[in-house]
Structures are given as structure tokens and as C-alpha cells.
């Protein structure tokens, strides 16, 4: 049976500035897709938050870029923006909605999309990641690690199913280009291009004999909206087991947590924490950059669990290290290598403060 599971999400506006979605926003989501669900629109759904960013996990048979699954989504974040956000003055209400109208698809529009349609195998594990305050190219450390590094998954060795390796499609968002690099032959290329995450992105992983693996979002709002519009925290879709990474393959990247763009005011190098959905909501320095990992079986499109993985002992290690990087980088303040570079900075405050020098310089 072909299932699409469309992941699709935006900050809409949350409770305490920047820190978390508020209850009311969940439950009126909820109810919406609920609804759908009524209607037979969707087979299933779940509603998450990744601290301030609104989750909505859908399955249902429409394809992928589907204009009723993408208006249904838009409908949810407006319906959201104007009931619950704007009333109770949440902050930044509506922040993802670039645009006024919807146009068929949210892609270009603001809000994230991950999407993938795949025939269910007779077991279908899957695992939707979902960060807060760091930008796409946050997964590309990740995904190389699940899918091309033997280290981290024993599979690639050992399992003849993995062996043949994998495909990685490369989005150059600025260029609006794909590249599709397959490992191991080309994986020295392929870390030429996505050790720059703030432009090559890691959209699609195929296995070598064309199984869709994994599906990450790419959008990034700053270049849609040409000023800043906040971080466009990502989301992923990663299919495990039975010749794919482990489950517990796709969740080692996370254990030795990397320092990734995005944390205070979208302008910081921060170390990405791996965390509970408990612990889902930003706060030290807006941060640091966290990450959620739920784990669903498909069971003919409907989601069971989610088992939601970083909850676990065994991350509490990584969570320490986490804070551990934190604390070291935060001591630099705003002296690189703490702060992103001039043409990725988020705030125009540099910039401006550079132009009113200039005639000042001699
Ligand atoms: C980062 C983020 C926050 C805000 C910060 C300042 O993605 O959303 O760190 O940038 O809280 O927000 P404003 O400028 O709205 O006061
Ligand atoms: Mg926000
Ligand atoms: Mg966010």
C-alpha cells in the first residue's frame, strides 16, 4: 500500500517569547485534523510541538505536495494564528506565515515541509526528527553519519543490504540547484559540499537501489523572505531497520551531540541537545539548539506510538556534553567563533553598525 507522511510545521507564535507552543495551540490543531481524519482526508495524524515550532505529522494517500494536504496544514496555522496566537497575544503570532494567501503548496511560504511516499513494508519503522533553533543544514552531519559512516552504523558493513550504500540528493538552496552524490565512491565530495550546511543541504537519501530513505526539509525562510523572519528550525523523516540504519543507528549521530547555526537570535554556533518531548522548549541563551526524535510503526497509514526516543538514559550523557560545548562556546560572547559570519548573521544590527562607520574609517 503507497502512504505518504507529510511532516509540515511553523511557528505560529508560542508562550514565554520564543520558548514553547502554548497547550491551546496543540489542542485547536488537534481538533482540525481530527477533523480531516472524520472526513477520511487523512488516515492519521499527530500533533507535536519542537519548542516554539507547531508539528503535524499526517499520513494519508494524496502524494506528496498535495494542495489539500498543504491547505489543510495552512489551514491549521492560521486557524491557530488568529484563535489562540493573536487573542492571547502570543509572541510573534503568525511569525511563519510569509504570505497572505495560500497558493496550493506551503513550500516557499514559510512554514517546513518533509514529505515521502512510499510503499509500507510489511514493517515499517520510521522516525520523525524535529529541531528547534537551528536551520536544516543541522542535519546534514546527521544524515551523512547514518548513512555513509561505518562507524556509527554497523550496518554499512555488515548487512549486505546496506552495503551497495546510498544516494544523497544535495539541494544548493541559494541556486536553487540538486546534485545527487552516491557513497562511498563519491563521499569525499559529497563532505565537500555539506560542510557548508548554511547552502548545501541534504533533501533525500535513496538507498542504492532506489528505497527512498529519508526526507528532510530544506526551506529556509531568510532566503524566501529576503530579510529575517527567524530560523527556519527543520524537521526529518528517516525510515529504519530491515536493510535500512537501525533504529538505534539513526538516533547515534545524536550521541555526541555537533555544534550546529542557529541558538540566540538565529546568529550562534550552538551544540544541538538531543531531548525528551518534556524537554522540548528552548531557555538557556534561547537555547540550546534541541532536537526531538519520535519513533511511529505505520500500520497501513496509521501512526503507533510514538516512542519518543531521546527520552532515555542513555542520552542523559550527550544532554550533559551538550551543556558542556555550551558553556565553553558561550564564554566567546560575541566573538567568533561563537557568532555566525557576517553573510549568515540573522539580525542587520552588524550590518548597520558597519554602513554608519564607514565615513569614519581613514
Ligand atoms: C532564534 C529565535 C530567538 C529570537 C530572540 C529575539 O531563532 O527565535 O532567539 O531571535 O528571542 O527575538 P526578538 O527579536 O523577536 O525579540
Ligand atoms: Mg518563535
Ligand atoms: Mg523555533
Not at 516554539?52 to 494517500?61: C, G, I, R
Not at 535513496?206 to 527512498?212: C, F, Q, S, T, V
Amino acid at each position: 500500500m503507497k502512504v505518504t507522511i507529510s511532516v509540515i510545521k511553523a511557528d505560529v507564535g508560542s508562550l514565554a517569547g520564543h520558548h514553547i507552543v502554548y497547550q491551546e495551540q496543540i489542542d485547536l490543531a488537534k481538533k482540525i485534523l481530527q477533523e480531516a481524519k472524520d472526513e477520511g482526508l487523512l488516515i492519521d495524524y499527530y500533533v507535536f510541538n519542537a519548542g516554539d515550532d507547531l508539528e503535524l505529522v499526517m499520513t494519508h494517500t494524496r502524494g506528496e505536495a498535495d494542495p489539500k494536504i498543504h491547505g489543510l496544514a495552512w489551514n491549521v496555522f492560521k486557524e491557530v494564528t488568529e484563535k489562540v496566537s493573536r487573542p492571547r497575544k502570543l509572541y510573534a503570532a503568525g511569525q511563519d506565515l510569509l504570505s497572505e494567501a495560500f497558493s496550493g503548496n506551503v513550500k516557499g511560504m514559510g512554514p517546513g515541509v518533509a514529505e515521502m511516499e512510499i510503499e509500507e513494508r510489511r514493517s515499517e519503522p520510521i522516525i520523525v526528527f524535529a529541531a528547534d533553533k537551528t536551520e536544516p543544514g543541522a542535519w546534514n552531519l546527521p544524515l551523512y553519519r547514518m548513512f555513509a559512516d561505518p562507524w556509527n552504523t554497523a550496518g554499512l558493513v555488515i548487512d549486505p543490504s546496506l552495503h551497495q550504500g546510498f544516494v544523497f540528493r544535495v539541494m544548493d538552496v541559494v541556486e536553487g540547484k540538486v546534485i545527487d552524490l552516491k557513497t562511498p565512491e563519491e563521499a569525499y565530495d559529497l563532505l565537500a559540499l555539506i560542510g557548508t550546511t548554511g547552502r548545501y543541504i541534504v533533501e533525500r537519501v535513496y538507498r542504492a537501489d532506489g528505497l527512498l530513505a529519508a526526507v528532510a526539509s530544506v526551506t529556509r525562510l531568510s532566503l524566501i523572505a529576503g530579510r529575517y523572519v527567524g530560523k527556519d528550525d527543520p524537521v526529518c523523516i528517516v525510515r529504519c531497520q530491515h536493510g535500512l540504519p537501525a533504529v538505534g543507528e539513526a538516533l547515534a549521530p545524536f550521541f555526541t551531540p555537533h555544534f550546529v547555526a542557529g541558538w540566540m537570535r538565529g546568529s550562534h554556533y550552538g551544540p544541538l541537545m538531543p531531548v525528551g518531548l518534556k524537554d522540548s522548549r528552548c531557555s538557556f541563551f534561547d537555547g540550546p539548539p534541541r532536537v526531538v526524535a519520535l519513533g511511529f510503526q505505520l500500520a497501513e497509514g496509521r501512526l503507533i506510538g510514538p516512542a519518543d526516543l531521546f527520552e532515555d538514559v542513555a542520552f542523559d550523557h550527550s544532554r550533559r556534553v551538550a551543556l558542556q560545548m555550551a558553556e565553553l562556546i558561550r564564554r566567546n560572547g560575541p566573538i567568533a567563533p561563537a557568532i555566525l559570519g557576517p553573510e549568515e548573521l540573522e539580525y542587520t544590527g552588524i550590518k548597520e553598525t558597519l554602513q554608519r562607520l564607514a565615513s569614519r574609517f581613514r
